[in-house]
C-alpha cells in the first residue's frame, strides 16, 4: 500500500509552466502536488482560451493560484514570474514542475529529507527525483559532465547522487540559492535553462543531487524514433531552432565547463545531421537548426524571430 502523502514543509511553493497542457496529466499532478506543497502557482505562457478556461477551474479545485500571459514569454520568464509570487509570499523553496510530469505521493517529502541531510556536509543548489518516463518505464539517469562522454548514472533507491545538473521539473530549490545564483536566463527562452542555471549554481559553489528515494513520471520530446546511431526523441523544428542556438549561446558563458562544450560540439553536430537527413520535415528542420546555429553565433536571444529559419 502507497504511503499517504504529507506536507513536509509549510513554506514549499509549487510552480508550474503551462503551455497547452494536456487538462488530464495536469490535474492528475496537482492533485499529487496539493498535499504535498503548502502553494501552487500556474503560470500559463498564452494557451488558447479553452484552455485557460479550463485552467481557471483546476486553480479553483486545487486552491492554486493563476497567472495567464497574454504572450508566450518562455519557460525561463515564467518560472521566474512563479518564483517571484512565491518569495512575495514568505516561501522557503520552490519546487518547479513541467505541465506533464507526475510526482510520486512522496516526493517532495523525500526531497526535503535528502536536501536537509546533504545541506549539513555543503552548500547545495538543489535536489531532483529519478524521472521515469511515462511512455516506457525507462529510469533517467544522472549525469556527471566527462569527456569524450559523459558518465550516466543510474541511482537506486535509498542512494543519492552528486551530479552536473538537474532537469527543471522535480527540482527543488532554497530559495536562498536563487537570491544568491539568481534566477532562469530569461534570454534562452526555452531550451537548456536548466542546463544554463545548474552550471551557474555549480560555479558559485553549489552542489546538485539526484535522489534514488524520490521519484517522478515525466516525458520527454515529441516521440521516440529509432534511426541510426540509436534512438533519438524527436522535436519539433522550433523546438530544433532553440536547442542549437542555446547550446551555441552555452559555449560562450564562463560558468559552462569546457569539457561539456568539447563534447557537446560532436553531438550538435549530429543531431544537425540525423534531424535534417532521417527525421521529418527534413528541410524544416534543417533550416531551423541551421537558423539558430547562425543567431547563437550572432549572440542572439528571448524568443524566435519569424524570419529565423
Not at 61 to 67: E, K, P, T
Amino acid at each position: 500500500m502507497q504511503r499517504q502523502p504529507q506536507l513536509t514543509d509549510s513554506r514549499t511553493h509549487a510552480v508550474i509552466v503551462t503551455y497547452k497542457p494536456d487538462l488530464a496529466a495536469l490535474e492528475a499532478q496537482l492533485a499529487r502536488l496539493r498535499p504535498q506543497v503548502s502553494a501552487i502557482a500556474i503560470i500559463d505562457n498564452a494557451s488558447e482560451e479553452t484552455a485557460r478556461i479550463a485552467l481557471r477551474d483546476l486553480a479553483k479545485r486545487f486552491d492554486a493560484m493563476l497567472l495567464e500571459n497574454e504572450n508566450n514569454l518562455g519557460i525561463a520568464t515564467a518560472l521566474n514570474q512563479g518564483i517571484a509570487c512565491a518569495r512575495e509570499k514568505g516561501a522557503s523553496h520552490v519546487l518547479l514542475m513541467d505541465q506533464d510530469s507526475l510526482p510520486a505521493n512522496d516526493m517532495v517529502e523525500m526531497l526535503h529529507a535528502a536536501l536537509a541531510r546533504l545541506s549539513m556536509h555543503e552548500k547545495v543548489a538543489a535536489v531532483g527525483p529519478v524521472a521515469e518516463d511515462l511512455r516506457d518505464g525507462v529510469l533517467a539517469p544522472f549525469v556527471r559532465v566527462g569527456f569524450p562522454l559523459n558518465r550516466k548514472i543510474a541511482v537506486a533507491r535509498g542512494e543519492t547522487v552528486r551530479c552536473d545538473f538537474l532537469i527543471t521539473s522535480g527540482s527543488l530549490v532554497p530559495m536562498a540559492v536563487i537570491d544568491s545564483v539568481g534566477g532562469m536566463d530569461e534570454g534562452l527562452f526555452i531550451d537548456n535553462v536548466d542546463l544554463e542555471w545548474s552550471f551557474r549554481s555549480a560555479r558559485a559553489g553549489h552542489a546538485l543531487y539526484g535522489i534514488g528515494d524520490a521519484r517522478m513520471g515525466h516525458r520527454i520530446g515529441d516521440g521516440v524514433r529509432r534511426l541510426p546511431l540509436g534512438a533519438s526523441f524527436v522535436h519539433s523544428p522550433v523546438r530544433l531552432y532553440y536547442m542549437m542556438r542555446n547550446r551555441i549561446l552555452l559555449y560562450r558563458r564562463i560558468a559552462t565547463p569546457w569539457l561539456w562544450i568539447a563534447q557537446d560540439i560532436p553531438r550538435a553536430l549530429l543531431k544537425l545531421l540525423r534531424f535534417s537527413l532521417l527525421v521529418r520535415p527534413r528541410r524544416a528542420n534543417a533550416l531551423a537548426m541551421l537558423a539558430g546555429v547562425k543567431d547563437g553565433l550572432l549572440g542572439r536571444t528571448g524568443a524566435k524571430s519569424d524570419n529565423a529559419g
